[in-house]
């Protein structure tokens, strides 16, 4: 248009899609703005507010110094914030593998003894260095973002946005201050926050999410984790490496969704490793006792009957909800998901209004995955200006769970490939191996196991395949770009392996579900 203010695209979401989106916008000359603005968590205050005081005025007149608003503001309402760069790297993939990372470290201390190195007996951990590395990692990941961005001449703008009308939008800054802002396209990428259970009097007041794990100032001490979903697990395995006792609730099977033998195993193994698990439980009420403890009350839903014990941290991963209920989406037309809330969108990842985009985890049937978020970003914007007609292959994303005991996976579970093809139609080859380093240090492992799922007849296309093992993601990451070329079983097991590695168990495995042999790689 004419209108020198006007932009060609405004982003709303600074997470993994829409950073990716934007700068891939600028690219071709045009005028962007992002949007990112981070609501605090419902956590209540770690800190009396005494100290907050204290903490706050405390620095000598003389020295010049610089304290974030953002960390100002957390220290004073207690919930968490954080800076630009959505989910993934500031409480989500980033600060969660470096804590697996910490967890993983503690295993291989015990294992070092046995490869010779003189490991003291009483080696401790400290919380507050590993929270301090993850955060201090965070923000300069945070200033990379802000950086790129003025690199690329995208207009960063630190607000919360919600639409006035198919063309406008309004901008409040943290001050309050609102501006209004016209573009000719849109894209919403603004991503989902964890969700907290309306019906359990105490959840909202006293239960932290993964929003606030990876910033929490305080060890977090003996922890419930409730829910079965790959956050849960991840969160109560890493708490569990780091020596916390740590208790899972679940409701019904862990990982729904996933390859549910794979999720046996995996879960198994947590068991097996420290991590108790409450089966078939609900939470009924949270009460906080004097002693400042979370007396959690449950019901065993088999039993009816009613337990209570008492956590020092009480964290819910019972899933994400969509960010778009303050977004005045109807102003604009889009339309959403009646159920989940997310807004429905095309292969082109266009919405109900033809000028509108969404993109990310916030859009209905994605894989709620960062290359995904990116890749679809970066997609659209050159479609938008670039003139290129490609669009995002959602199928055969590959993903891996870091448990401690890491589950790779792409492609069909056992239970889609039978349902899509029927039992009789697909073949199933499978291995339980012992990872040449699990050896020396005598690690019991019953769980690392792997299986293909292909298709019965002619070289056997594969349809699936599931891996339970160390380095599980860097395992499955080349095995699913073979499976984008149409991998069979056939040149999968005409493959040499790369001795002696875990992965070559993949291109060696030959015994058949069907056959009832037994699996067990020897020698
Ligand atoms: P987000 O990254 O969530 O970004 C959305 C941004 O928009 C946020 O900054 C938000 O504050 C902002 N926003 C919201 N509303 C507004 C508004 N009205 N105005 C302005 N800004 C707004 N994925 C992986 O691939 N690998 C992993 O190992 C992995 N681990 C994870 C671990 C955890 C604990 C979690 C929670 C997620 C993990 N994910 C992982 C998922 C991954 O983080 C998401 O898929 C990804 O971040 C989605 O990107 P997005 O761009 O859709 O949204
Ligand atoms: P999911 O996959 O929706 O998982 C939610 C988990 O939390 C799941 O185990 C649920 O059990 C459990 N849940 C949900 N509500 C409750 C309540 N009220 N009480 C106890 N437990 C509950 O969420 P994620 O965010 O982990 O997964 C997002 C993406 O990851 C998804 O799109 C997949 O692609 C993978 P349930 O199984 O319903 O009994």
Redesign the pocket.
């Known amino acids: 248009g004419t209108d020198s203010s006007k932009y060609d695209l405004i982003v709303?979401?600074?997470?993994?899609?829409?950073l990716a989106c934007s700068k891939e916008a600028a690219k071709y000359g045009k005028k962007v703005a992002v949007?990112?603005?981070?609501?605090p968590s419902p956590q209540a205050p770690t800190l009396p507010v005494a100290d907050v005081r204290v903490k706050k005025w405390s620095p000598p007149d003389n020295l010049v110094y610089y304290v974030d608003r953002r960390v100002v503001d957390h220290l004073l309402r207690g919930g968490s914030v954080w800076g630009l760069?959505?989910?993934?790297v500031n409480?989500?993939?980033i600060p969660?593998?470096l804590m697996h990372q910490a967890a993983l470290l503690g295993e291989s201390l015990k294992d070092a003894k046995h490869f010779g190195w003189n490991v003291p007996d009483n080696i401790n951990f400290s919380w507050e260095v590993l929270v301090t590395a993850v955060q201090n990692h965070v923000r300069s990941l945070n200033w990379g973002h802000r950086v790129q961005l003025h690199d690329k001449k995208v207009e960063y703008v630190n607000?919360?946005?919600?639409f006035l009308d198919s063309h406008t939008i309004k901008a409040v800054l943290k001050n309050g201050t609102e501006t209004t802002m016209k573009a000719d396209h849109f894209v919403i990428?603004?991503?989902?926050r964890p969700k907290f259970p309306k019906e359990v009097p105490g959840a909202i007041e006293y239960a932290i999410s993964?929003d606030d794990i990876f910033s929490l100032k305080k060890s977090p001490g003996k922890t419930l984790v409730i829910g079965a979903s790959y956050?849960a697990l991840?969160c109560a395995g890493f708490l569990t490496g780091l020596g916390y006792d740590t208790s899972i609730m679940m409701r019904s099977i862990p990982l729904r969704g996933f390859d549910q033998q794979m999720a046996q195993l995996a879960t198994d193994y947590m068991e097996g490793h420290g991590t108790r698990f409450l089966k078939q439980c609900i939470p009924v009420r949270i009460d906080k006792a004097d002693d400042g403890l979370l007396h959690v009350t449950w019901k065993e839903s088999v039993t009816g009957e009613t337990c209570q014990e008492p956590f020092e941290t009480v964290l819910f991963a019972i899933g994400?909800d969509p960010?778009t209920l303050?977004?005045n989406l109807e102003k604009a037309g889009v339309e959403l998901d009646q159920q989940t809330r997310k807004i429905k969108a095309n292969d082109e990842e266009q919405t109900s209004v033809a000028h509108i985009f969404a993109?990310?985890?916030?859009v209905q049937d994605r894989p709620?995955?960062?290359?995904?978020?990116i890749r679809a970003g970066k997609l659209l914007a050159d479609r938008l200006f670039g003139g290129s007609d490609v669009a995002v292959d959602y199928d055969k994303v590959a993903?891996?769970v870091?448990t401690p005991l890491e589950f790779g996976t792409v492609g069909m579970s056992e239970e889609k490939a039978i349902e899509c093809h029927g039992e009789d139609n697909i073949e199933v080859y499978h291995a339980f191996y012992k990872p040449l380093e699990f050896t020396v240090p005598e690690r019991k492992v019953e769980q690392c196991y792997m299986k293909v799922v292909c298709l019965r007849e002619g070289d056997q296309q594969v349809l699936g395949l599931h891996f339970l093992g160390p380095s599980a993601g860097e395992v499955i990451q080349g095995f699913s770009a073979a499976m984008r070329c149409g991998l069979s079983y056939q040149s999968l097991s005409s493959t040499v392996g790369i001795h002696p590695t875990c992965a070559e168990e993949v291109v060696k495995m030959h015994i058949t579900k069907r056959s009832g042999d037994d699996p067990t790689v020897t020698g």
């Open positions: 709303i979401g600074g997470g993994s899609g829409g949007l990112d603005f981070v609501s760069g959505g989910t993934c409480v989500g993939c969660k593998k607000a919360k946005g919600s990428a603004v991503g989902g993964s956050v991840e994400r960010e303050q977004m993109i990310g985890d916030v709620e995955l960062t290359p995904v978020a993903t891996t870091f």
